[in-house]
Each structure stands twice: as structure tokens, then as C-alpha cells.
């Protein structure tokens, strides 16, 4: 059982279309990383939450922290092709180092 | 201010042979991370490393696997003797202190054959 479970693994919509990925674990944590990979690429930081029940916005995205810091979503609306890639959540060991777990991952594709 | 830097981004290795991936960190950063993503798994951490020490290697494999990150020059994660399971994309990160976000590489991408 993987510590960050991630869902769909696979979501293939129309632009202009909304959606929304998951981002579940039994544990808790302090903070939890969204990280948008494009192929060939390495990840690239979108948003760190922090706080339960916080909502973070970044132009079409918005970012949910769960209450109980167990979970996460992503939602994208108006969803553009430039938004097609593997969206990855992770967070940090709370040993020294910040040492990152990263989940299974949503790969996204938007078609025009 | 130049991103992490990875070189080389494709190498192609012969089983046996010895593979060699550099990573410049991000200017002022002390903090170097690797991680492997093998295909069609997630990113694995490998190694933590701050200049002249690993701090924490407890995702690398014991044997054929190692890492540096010398006081001069790029950190290196060196692979002995390849064998086809190593074929992945390697990615480095770094980051100013340990309770920031990262900022990773473009990473190399290792084919064995």
C-alpha cells in the first residue's frame, strides 16, 4: 500500500472541461506538494499547503488541503491543452532532510 | 540565475558498463536530492547530500550504487556495472535549506541495453 494514493491514474478530457484529482492517505500530515510533470521534465513545484482546510488558488487551479491533513484535490477548470501532464502530490519525511514521498500520480491529458 | 543543471540528458550504457550523472545544484544551494523514476512508477527518493557529506542514503541500493557531492564541482551519482533494471530518468533537486520547496532538474534519462 502506497502512503499517497492518487486518483484516477488517468484522466483524458475535451478543453473546456473541468475536472478534479485526488490526492488520499490514512496518515497525517504537516504539509503536502502538488508538482506538475511534462514529459521529459522534471517536476516542477506548483503549491504547498499547510493547514487543514486551506484553499490555494493559482489561475484556473485550486488546491484543497483536507481538514484532517490527510488528503488533497486538485481542481482545474476550463481545463487547456497546455495543461496536459503527470500531476504528482508528495510530502516530507519529518526526519532532517525533508526527504520527499511522492504518490503514484494523475496523467492528464487535455485534448483541443 | 540558471535552473538545476543535469548533463548528460540521454545515456546509453552497455550492460557492465559504468554510468556517471552530474548535477549542478542551483547557485547558493546546499542541498542535493536525487531521485529515480523508473517506468511507469513514481519518483523514488535515492540520496540527501550537503557538500562533502551524505546525510541520508537509505533509498539507494547497497551495491553498484553511489553518490557525491564534492566541495568543488557537481554532485555525482555514480552506477557500476549497469544492468537493464537501471534504465530510468534520474532526477536531481536542490533546495537552500531542508524545509523549502525543491527545485529539480531536467534529469537524465539512463537506457541500458
Known amino acids: 500500500t502506497q502512503l499517497l494514493e492518487q486518483s484516477p491514474q488517468f484522466l483524458s478530457i475535451q478543453e473546456g472541461e473541468n475536472l478534479t484529482v485526488y490526492c488520499n492517505s490514512s496518515s497525517v500530515f504537516s504539509s503536502l506538494q502538488w508538482y506538475r510533470q511534462e514529459p521529459g521534465e522534471g517536476p516542477v513545484l506548483l503549491v504547498t499547503v499547510v493547514t487543514g482546510g486551506e484553499v490555494k488558488k493559482l489561475k484556473r487551479l485550486t488546491f484543497q488541503f483536507g481538514d484532517a491533513r490527510k488528503d488533497s484535490s486538485l481542481h482545474i477548470t476550463a481545463a487547456q491543452p497546455g495543461d496536459t501532464g503527470l500531476y504528482l502530490c508528495a510530502v516530507g519525511s519529518n526526519n532532517a532532510g525533508n526527504m520527499l514521498t511522492f504518490g503514484g500520480g494523475t496523467r492528464l491529458m487535455v485534448k483541443p | ?113
Open chain 2, 1 to 113: 540565475n540558471a535552473g538545476v543543471m543535469q548533463n548528460p540528458r540521454h545515456l546509453v550504457r552497455r550492460r557492465g558498463q559504468e554510468a556517471r550523472l552530474r548535477c549542478s545544484p542551483m547557485k547558493g544551494h546546499s542541498h542535493v536530492y536525487w531521485y529515480r523514476q523508473l517506468p511507469e512508477e513514481g519518483l523514488k527518493f535515492m540520496v540527501y547530500l550537503q557538500k562533502e557529506n551524505i546525510i541520508d542514503e537509505s533509498g539507494m541500493p547497497k551495491e553498484r550504487f553511489s553518490a557525491e557531492f564534492p566541495k568543488e564541482g557537481p554532485s555525482i551519482l555514480r552506477i557500476q556495472q549497469v544492468v537493464r533494471g537501471d534504465s530510468a530518468a534520474y532526477f536531481c533537486a536542490s533546495s537552500p535549506v531542508t524545509d523549502y520547496g525543491y527545485t529539480f532538474g531536467s534529469g537524465t534519462r539512463l537506457t541500458v541495453v
